[in-house]
């Protein structure tokens, strides 16, 4: 066989095998699709339809679904799993508009889901009055997220979804400064005792505890090490009443806290939580 027939042989066996894998693909996202229509569960037709993506009308399909159940995307996930929820100009390119905001699923309890921001959103101090005896109650960093970030980050049918979380805020763990009193949040930080919970080994520290800095938030000059990690605010206060805790940037936990008034070494990572049915 002359070298130009093998060639030729080669490449006939190689489109064979192209079109053969391309047919298989298509036998099976059909067949997936004739499943997300004959099912009974919304969850897992909406679960198979997120699969296709653009296969056939699935995006319609998709839409139809969420229009009739605005909590389905949420019904599906488990615990790690990301989902993009409100918008955030996060890399300061006004051409471009706001950003996707991306989401954690740290917990899911009874219904109940607990997000936490994927990314440092932005550098902010905790609260800037030097020295201020400040709970998380009466904090600026409080004021802002259920007021200027809370209204302008999500929509209207988003807010709809989001809970009024009961959040106790208690006293910080080895001397004891006081945390401060009950709150009911729309928007907060994780706490001292929060984040132990959800954050308490390699693996989680690893995935929920390092966390990278927006564009925004480098551009305020905050702290990173040499990953490009960078340490983040807890709600809980530190050893004295003027500090709170802090992530640092492997992931671990400092209950000594920082200065309030630390204007920008660290950043935020919102959380929120939204109920998949009432009680």
Not at 35 to 58: G, M, V
Not at 149 to 168: A, C, G, P, R, W
Not at 248 to 272: C, E, K, M, Q, W
């Amino acid at each position: 066989m002359t070298k130009m027939k093998k060639s030729i042989t080669a490449l006939a066996f190689s489109v064979f095998v192209i079109l053969l894998i391309s047919f298989s693909i298509n036998i099976k996202k059909f067949s997936l699709y004739k499943k997300a229509l004959s099912t009974a569960s919304k969850e897992e037709s909406f679960r198979i339809l997120k699969k296709l993506k653009n296969y056939k009308d699935s995006e319609a399909l998709l839409l139809k679904l969420e229009t009739e159940d605005p909590l389905l995307p949420f019904k599906i996930l488990s615990k790690g799993d990301e989902i993009s929820f409100g918008k955030f100009d996060g890399d300061l390119n006004e051409k471009n508009g706001k950003e996707n905001l991306h989401w954690i699923l740290i917990d899911s309890y009874g219904g109940d889901l607990l997000f936490l921001s994927r990314d440092i959103i932005e550098a902010r101090p905790y609260h800037s009055k030097a020295f201020a005896e400040i709970t998380w109650k009466d904090s600026e960093i409080r004021s802002y997220l259920n007021g200027e970030f809370y209204n302008t980050v999500f929509s209207q049918s988003e807010k709809d979804l989001i809970s009024l979380s009961e959040n106790k805020n208690e006293d910080q763990s080895v001397v004891g400064t006081e945390g401060g009193e009950v709150t009911f949040d729309k928007v907060f930080l994780l706490s001292e005792i929060e984040y132990g919970v959800y954050v308490n080994d390699d693996y989680t520290r690893d995935y929920f505890g390092k966390a990278f800095p927006s564009e925004r938030a480098k551009a305020a000059k905050i702290m990173m090490n040499e990953e490009g990690f960078a340490p983040w605010w807890l709600r809980s206060p530190g050893v004295y009443p003027y500090s709170a805790q802090f992530v640092t940037f492997d992931g671990n936990l400092h209950v000594s806290g920082a200065y309030i008034d630390n204007p920008n070494n660290y950043g935020l990572r919102p959380a929120i939580r939204i109920r998949l049915w009432e009680d």
